[in-house]
């Protein structure tokens, strides 16, 4: 079976932040105050279950956080599927404090309506400008060896030399993605066998390294190549752990037996708790039906008791794994055009 064959019948589909502008003085270098910072978690939280988070990362944003800065700008660019003024400025002020990930962002999404008008005010960086920034400091932090410096030497300029160099640093966003890289055919291996050896290699780094997407991922890897199922059981128990939603629902769908690819026991109460717990991603990510059909599938083999079973072990599971769930939505993402 070929790995984009078994992904597929297994319906895995990987759908994580981290004063030099003009003008945002006063949005700078502050300290949250506790019911900010709770504010600044809660729209983290949101935002990674592609719910509404404007009203709570602005709270955050306003105060001068950085990275709820970045946050706020890259939902209200999703909001209205372009770079408002507003999203850019939430960017700008991030990327002053020095957010390279802001910088990247306002490098790869064009340098404004004043660039074009030519009539931009003194200060105002351009699109080149923040490009220039970011290579400038991920270079001085890849010539110390710094792991995610190396990484975004790689985001700015496509070097694959400083992508393998950030994942043999222990980058785990680096790892999972030269993996990607790899098995998408990037890379020169004499023989076959090494691009697999090196692609398993990869993602079972990210794994280790806590990367929610890299451990179903190596579980998978681990099933193709007909290996040691209670490794693959490990790795997708423990990407649910992290509150990935993939993960869950394979531990669900696994422990009800709707699907059976890693040998989990039947367990229906434990299926249906963790299936519960998807509910909560009601808006974006189109699960939802899924997770409903799979819930009613269960219900027809269970009690009124073993429901209210697992209802009480989706609460003990929240309370072990206190993570929330989550789409988990990469940083920059490279399929993200707009």
Not at 232 to 257: C, D, N, P, Y
Request: glycine content about 8%; overall charge negative.
């Amino acid at each position: 079976m070929t790995r984009s064959n078994a992904i597929s019948r297994i319906s895995l589909r990987i759908s994580m932040v981290f004063i030099l502008c003009f003008g945002f003085s006063a949005w700078t270098l502050a300290a949250l105050t506790p019911v900010q910072q709770a504010a600044k978690e809660r729209g983290i939280m949101l935002y990674n279950q592609y719910k509404p988070a404007e009203k709570e990362l602005r709270i955050a944003a306003e105060a001068g956080d950085a990275e709820a800065q970045f946050y706020l700008g890259e939902e209200l660019r999703h909001k209205h599927r372009h770079m408002t003024a507003e999203a850019r400025s939430f960017l700008e002020a991030s990327a002053s404090q020095g957010n390279l990930y802001a910088m990247i962002r306002l490098g790869n999404s064009g340098s404004g309506l004043c660039n074009v008008l030519g009539n931009c005010p003194a200060g105002f960086k351009s699109q080149e400008g923040w490009l220039r920034e970011a290579l400038r400091i991920s270079k001085e932090q890849a010539a110390q060896g710094d792991p995610e410096g190396l990484y975004i030497l790689y985001k700015v300029t496509g070097d694959f030399d400083s992508l393998i160099k950030s994942a043999e640093a222990g980058f785990p966003f680096a790892q999972y993605w030269l993996a990607q890289r790899y098995h998408n055919g990037d890379g020169f291996f004499w023989l076959p066998w090494q691009r697999r050896q090196e692609i398993e290699r990869w993602f079972k780094a990210a794994a280790e390294n806590g990367h929610p997407q890299a451990m179903v991922e190596y579980a998978v890897i681990v099933y193709e190549n007909g290996g040691d199922m209670p490794v693959a059981r490990h790795w997708i128990e423990e990407s649910a752990k992290t509150g990935f939603q993939i993960g869950v629902a394979h531990l669900a769908t696994e422990h009800a037996h709707l699907r059976t690819y890693f040998g989990f026991p039947l367990d229906l109460v434990k299926g249906y708790g963790l299936m519960s717990l998807l509910l909560v991603l009601d808006v974006g990510g189109g699960t939802l039906d899924s997770t409903k059909h799979n819930l009613i599938e269960m219900i027809k083999k269970m009690t009124p008791e073993q429901i209210e079973q697992g209802k009480a072990f989706a609460l003990e599971w929240q309370a072990a794994n206190p993570r929330p769930i989550s789409f988990f939505p990469m940083m920059l993402d490279p399929l993200d055009s707009f």
